[in-house]
């Protein structure tokens, strides 16, 4: 991952990459908005979309009623834990 040096000039504020190999800085400079949207593209590797009506369909096909509960079941788990990171 990059590393940024945060420069204040005159009140405000900027973000310029500093390449750790060579010792020198890049151009361009970035506000903190710019900064977070690079940093998230970088740190993000794939986009899941939960499309809940879809999954509930799904799960209402499933022929066997212990089977379709241990999936709903499951499925509430992992509601939970997505929802503790939150």
């Known amino acids: 991952m990059s590393r940024y040096h945060k420069i204040v000039t005159n009140g405000e504020v900027r973000y310029r990459e500093f ?3 060579t010792g ?3 151009e361009e400079t970035l506000s903190e908005e710019e900064l977070v949207e690079q940093l998230l593209e970088e740190a993000i590797e794939e986009v899941i979309e939960v499309d809940k009506a ?3 369909r799904a799960i209402s096909t499933i022929p066997d009623r212990y089977q379709r509960e241990l999936v709903q079941t499951y499925l509430d788990y992992i509601e939970r834990l997505a929802e503790s990171f939150e």
């Open 19 to 21: 390449n750790e190999a």
């Open 24 to 26: 020198f800085y890049e």
């Open 54 to 56: 879809q999954i509930e």
